[in-house]
């Protein structure tokens, strides 16, 4: 029992620390009255793809980054407890795939938000899941 707790511990950890950073981005963004919405992902241009790595960093308004905020903390600490060994990987790789895909294919117009990683997230838990039962 002992190391389900540690377990829940470091995942929750980890997740809020992810959030923290957001949400510091986020207040920084309306104290010092800068937009980093130019640093989101610019499809098919070079200068876009720093957004590759940023996007999720950075969220419109409180109510994108709120809207973010709830479906990380309850999938990223699944994701961390469930799967601690991988859970690393797999959060970089839906990070990272996520935004190369936007970068690829989407409509040519700033993305940002994590909404990908929370999709990404989801998708994983789910099919995980269903192949583990």
């Known amino acids: 029992m002992q190391k389900d707790g540690v377990r829940f ?3 929750v950890y980890v997740t809020l620390s992810f959030i923290l950073i957001i949400w510091v981005i986020k207040i920084l963004e309306y104290t010092l009255e800068f937009d980093l919405g130019n640093l989101g992902i610019f499809p098919r ?3 876009g793809s720093i957004g590759i790595l940023t996007a999720p960093l950075i969220h419109g308004d409180i109510y994108h980054l709120l809207s973010n905020t709830f479906p990380l ?3 990223g600490i699944g994701i961390f407890y469930f799967y601690d060994r991988i859970a690393s990987i797999v959060i970089g790789l839906i990070y990272i795939m996520t935004g190369f ?3 690829i294919a989407a409509r040519d117009a700033y993305h940002i938000g994590a909404s990908g990683v ?3 997230m989801l998708t994983f838990l789910l099919f995980s899941g269903f192949f583990r039962r």
């Open 73 to 75: 903390i309850f999938l």
């Open 45 to 47: 241009t070079l200068k």
């Open 118 to 120: 929370v999709y990404g």
């Open 101 to 103: 895909w936007v970068w």
């Open 9 to 11: 511990r470091k995942s």
